[in-house]
């Protein structure tokens, strides 16, 4: 099982780094010049900067100045591909090149109810054993990794705006997602409700607007 960790988020000198979207909300609507950039960021009544987050889905572009960084652990290299392929987010990912591969596997539940899971493990753990050898013989990490399966478990560093996770979350929780991708996503949405506690609210209605 995949594991993810709110590392960092924009707007961590704030009460509350909300403010950040309320101030480009108020930004927007020419209120900044009346009020002053202090009031939004440090006076505005905490108690009613949800309101503004939830009404920011209307105009999405605002929730894009709310950064938030996971650690994602444990994740396969299938899933892996598939998220660094959303562009707009920055990653870091473990260097299979540069330091020696991770030693364990994602078996995926189908693979194992179907009886296949002791088969599947015997065939990953060659595969490793043949990646260690050659390690050990003086084969570059870069070029033994060529003989390692998808499913190996991988970490990253993920950087992305509030709306480009609700996109993210839109695509990747649908059902007709991959389901590691998904349990991934569940991880990621359930981290950002410490920051943003309309996080459920934003995907649903952000998913029902198509942003």
């Known amino acids: 099982m995949s594991k993810v960790t709110l590392i960092s988020w924009s707007g961590a000198n704030l009460d509350d780094p909300r403010r950040l979207i309320l101030l480009a909300v108020k930004t927007s609507a020419g209120k900044v010049k009346e009020k002053g950039i202090e009031y939004y960021l440090r006076d505005y009544p905490r108690e009613k900067v949800g309101e503004w987050v939830k009404a920011a889905v209307a105009f999405p572009s605002?929730?894009?100045?709310?950064?938030?960084?996971?650690?994602?652990?444990?994740?396969?290299?299938?899933t892996s591909h598939q998220l660094v392929r959303h562009r707009i987010a920055s990653y870091t990912q473990e260097s299979q090149r540069y330091s020696a591969a991770e030693g364990e596997f994602?078996?995926?539940?189908?693979?194992?109810?179907?009886?296949?899971?002791?088969?599947?493990t015997r065939v990953v753990n060659e595969a490793r054993?043949?990646?260690?050898?050659?390690?050990?013989?003086?084969?570059?990490?870069?070029?033994?990794?060529?003989?390692?399966?998808?499913?190996v478990k991988t970490r990253l560093l993920m950087t992305v705006n509030l709306r480009e996770l609700i996109h993210i979350a839109c695509l990747r929780g649908a059902s007709a997602a991959q389901?590691?991708?998904?349990?991934?996503?569940?991880?990621?949405?359930?981290?950002?409700?410490?920051?943003?506690?309309?996080i459920d609210y934003l995907v649903k209605e952000g998913c029902r607007r198509g942003i």
């Open 62 to 78: 605002v929730m894009e100045h709310l950064t938030l960084t996971f650690m994602v652990e444990g994740i396969s290299r299938v």
């Open 129 to 151: 054993k043949l990646y260690d050898e050659m390690v050990s013989a003086g084969v570059p990490y870069e070029d033994a990794r060529f003989v390692l399966p998808q499913s």
């Open 179 to 198: 389901w590691e991708i998904r349990e991934l996503v569940k991880g990621l949405i359930d981290e950002a409700r410490k920051v943003v506690p309309e």
């Open 106 to 120: 994602v078996i995926p539940d189908t693979v194992a109810s179907s009886g296949f899971k002791d088969s599947f």
